[in-house]
């Protein structure tokens, strides 16, 4: 189970770094409120929710793997919970 958490946080990291990456290439104003892909974002990386002001790309990278690491650990309990009882 250790394993697949793991494989979410990843998974969070990689998103983060993702939306980074096109923040970054995109032309300005990348990811305003103007940008209509700002919901997408929004659903894949939660920080953006809670954050009231611009964090540092490296907090932002923990906390959407922290985030997928908490998300997978609830799916992955409940996965084997349901697998116990059938």
Same mark, same amino acid.
């Given at each position: 189970?250790?394993y697949r958490i793991?494989? %979410?946080?990843?998974?969070?990291?990689?998103?983060?770094?993702? %939306?980074?990456?096109?923040?970054?290439?995109?032309?300005?104003?990348?990811?305003?409120?103007?940008?209509?892909?700002?919901?997408?974002?929004?659903i894949t990386c939660?920080?953006?929710?809670?954050?009231?002001?611009?964090?540092?790309?490296? %907090?932002?990278?923990?906390?959407?793997?922290?985030?997928?690491?908490?998300?997978?650990?609830?799916?992955?309990?409940?996965?084997?919970?349901?697998?116990?009882?059938?």
């Amino acid at each position: 189970m250790k394993y697949r958490i793991a494989a %979410w946080a990843s998974a969070g990291l990689l998103v983060a770094g993702l %939306w980074a990456i096109y923040a970054i290439v995109s032309k300005p104003p990348a990811l305003t409120s103007a940008d209509p892909i700002l919901p997408l974002v929004r659903i894949t990386c939660p920080i953006t929710l809670v954050s009231f002001y611009p964090l540092s790309l490296y %907090w932002v990278l923990v906390a959407n793997a922290a985030t997928y690491a908490l998300l997978g650990l609830i799916v992955e309990t409940l996965r084997r919970r349901l697998r116990r009882a059938q």
